[in-house]
Every structure is written in C-alpha cells, then in structure tokens.
C-alpha cells in the first residue's frame, strides 16, 4: 500500500511541477516610431535575440481624430534580424487582413489579402499586402512604427 501511495504522489507532483512552466512575458524594449528609446535597451534586446530568447511584439495605432478609435496589435517574431549590431528587425508571418468597424465593434476579414509586417526598433517598419490568389503585390511601403518588444522569461 505503501508503494502505491508513493508511487501516485510521485505521479501527482511531477505533473504538477511539469504544469508550472514559466509563460511570463517580459517588456525588454521600447522604441518610438521615430526610433528612439522610450524603455529598456537595445543591446539587452540584441543579447535576448542571438541567446534565442522568443520575442513578441506590439505596435498599436489610432485616429488622430478620434483617440477612441484605436487598434492594438500582439504577435510573435518569426524571423529575427541584426543590422550592424545596433538595429532589431522582426518579421512576422503573414496574415489575413483584417478591417475593424467601430461603430458596430467588430473585425472584418479581408477576401483574398495576406499582410506582412517586418518591425524594426528604429522606427522604420516595412509593411507589404497582396492578393493571395494571384500572388500581385496590392500595396508595400514603409511606416514608422513604435515597437514593444518582450521576450519569455
């Protein structure tokens, strides 16, 4: 009897501690769409990425207009980039486009359009859409972009 009261609460303390894995993310940096360094710091975010730290990302952006009408958006780095030891770029993978109503509150598949995003933590992000069944590049240009970048602890 003994063996087998062992044997579950070993069993139950190792499934236990196996559901205790650490999801905790953490904001390592903070550029502005202009760049510049809103939080943290560049080199412990190029230090997280060559030790193969996982990034997330955030940018939001809103009407100026009408600050309420305003969308956040959260996403994993894919494909990570260091330029000249000093820039971070994250590609992300493509998705449906998306339009928001904020009159009825609601988001809107796009028929046929994937979007790309490639974040960088100066500012200068690159963003590209286009038709998924004929492959035409339907819009690419650059915007300026504020990132938060964490990574999972």
């Not at 769409?33 to 940018?59: C, Q």
């Not at 004929?134 to 970048?149: C, D, P, R, V, Y």
Request: no cysteine.
């Amino acid at each position: 009897m003994k063996k087998v009261s062992f044997f579950i609460l070993s069993m139950f303390l190792s499934l236990n501690s196996m559901g205790q894995t650490n999801d905790t993310w953490k904001l390592i940096y903070h550029n502005d769409k202009n760049g510049k360094i809103i939080e943290g710091n560049i080199d412990n975010l190029i230090k997280a990425v060559k030790s193969g730290k996982k990034i997330r990302i955030y940018w939001s952006s809103q009407r100026k207009d009408e600050p309420t009408k305003k969308v956040e958006h959260f996403t994993d780095a894919k494909f990570l980039t260091i330029l000249s030891d000093t820039i971070v770029f994250a590609q992300i993978d493509p998705i449906i486009g998306q339009t928001p109503n904020f009159d009825t509150q609601t988001m809107k598949l796009k028929e046929n359009l994937e979007w790309s995003l490639i974040a960088a933590s100066n500012g200068k992000s690159d963003t590209m859409m286009r038709n998924m069944i004929t492959g035409k590049i339907l819009g690419h240009g650059q915007g300026s972009f504020a990132i938060k970048w964490y990574i999972k602890e």
